[in-house]
DNA sequence: TAGATTGTTAATCGATTAACAATC
DNA sequence: TAGATTGTTAATCGATTAACAATC
């Protein structure tokens, strides 16, 4: 079992060695990489061998190889759709990123309640009622649901994600979803990120003091 | 000096103490929140220690008082103005979120370079020309900025906000921001997210076979 | 072969949990 | 005073870093 701190990690060397990619590198040392991203050479090869180590003594990383395997470990070699619930302006916005679909992320549906949302078009995708749920996971493959709504009812909709079927949300609401152990949730709770930079911002501004 | 282990649990601490509050609990017990929270009472005793402890040896802690002081831990208490830089989906979705205010992030300003956005307003603000950036900052009292841009202007708007004073960015663009040491930078990187949630789903789902 | 650099084991460090004495 | 529960020390666990043998 590979630990979060990991997994945690692959999107970021993913990111780098992107870059490193198109930027036309072939091969990279632990030690080059890590000058690069800012973490020691050690931890690196210690977490690329957590997956059986992609790198040649001697020699070091293949980029373009091992740029391969992170996306598949990661799961961008398939394809992944996905619905938003709660067509609010960060649903919308969501719906709009174009880039998701470059990994492989696919929208399919977007839902919300009120009546002055639903039948707008985000990315060509008509606002549902959020009544049509249940139906268009029933007659749709989707992986991912993403909900983008206030906490009040953020609870009922994953209860009705998941039996629909969900297995993976990406929960945006500022709420623990109480969801049954086989069901996975990534959650973005963006103002517990707003008030850590707060807190480091007053310590800094104590200081200053 | 205290991890960012500890600070990270802060926002969700204040947020269940804030639920209580609201339901009009009164006292609580490390044993009862951490039934709650799903932690253990070990660490919540230990994360309050750090600061100094706020509890009362045979009764628990008071929830009014226990939000009120994690509240001023995360500077809370005092406004903190901030601006967006970037007015797309995203940076709109941001500048009409209403919960940063009542929680002191009060917003001041939206920039964009694209001639069709400017002008346009986000929650009765003017979306400014980006070009007004450093003369805004030069007039204005802004703590945080927001960068909500793709990562090829990312960098050196970081710069450009530094050079104006800024000591606190809420990166939300896919790039590790190179700002001087004593600049803080909170990043959330959506598609990281996203890769862990997607990490997580292919093991499942190759489990599942 | 010699040099470079990985893969991997061992050492260290930090964070979490357990235990219990202090005290309300 | 007795019971409850914190604050705090000690033990454990896991993650990171260092070291080095394996090998290209």
Do not use: C
């Amino acid at each position: 079992m590979i630990s979060q701190a990991v997994i945690g990690r692959l999107p970021r060397y993913y990111r780098y060695l992107g870059d490193l990619k198109d930027d036309g590198v072939e091969r990279i040392s632990s030690q080059e990489l890590s000058e690069l991203m800012h973490v020691t050479a050690s931890q690196i090869r210690q977490d690329f061998n957590n997956f059986g180590g992609f790198g040649q003594q001697g020699y070091g990383y293949n980029v373009e190889y091992l740029y391969g395997e992170i996306g598949k470990l990661l799961g961008l070699d398939k394809k992944h759709n996905f619905v938003i619930v709660g067509a609010g302006n960060l649903g919308r916005a969501l719906g709009n990123y174009l880039n998701f679909e470059r990994r492989g992320f696919i929208f399919k549906g977007i839902f919300d309640k009120d009546p002055a949302i639903i039948g707008r078009e985000v990315r060509g995708i008509k606002v549902r009622d959020i009544s049509e749920l249940d139906e268009f996971l029933a007659e749709n493959d989707v992986d991912i649901a993403v909900i983008t709504l206030p906490k009040t009812n953020a609870v009922d909709i994953a209860d009705r994600l998941v039996k629909g079927g969900i297995r993976a949300i990406w929960n945006f609401a500022h709420v623990d979803l109480p969801v049954p152990s086989d069901v996975l949730v990534e959650n973005v709770h963006l103002s517990d990120s707003l008030m850590k930079l707060s807190y480091n911002l007053s310590q800094i501004q104590k200081e200053e003091k």
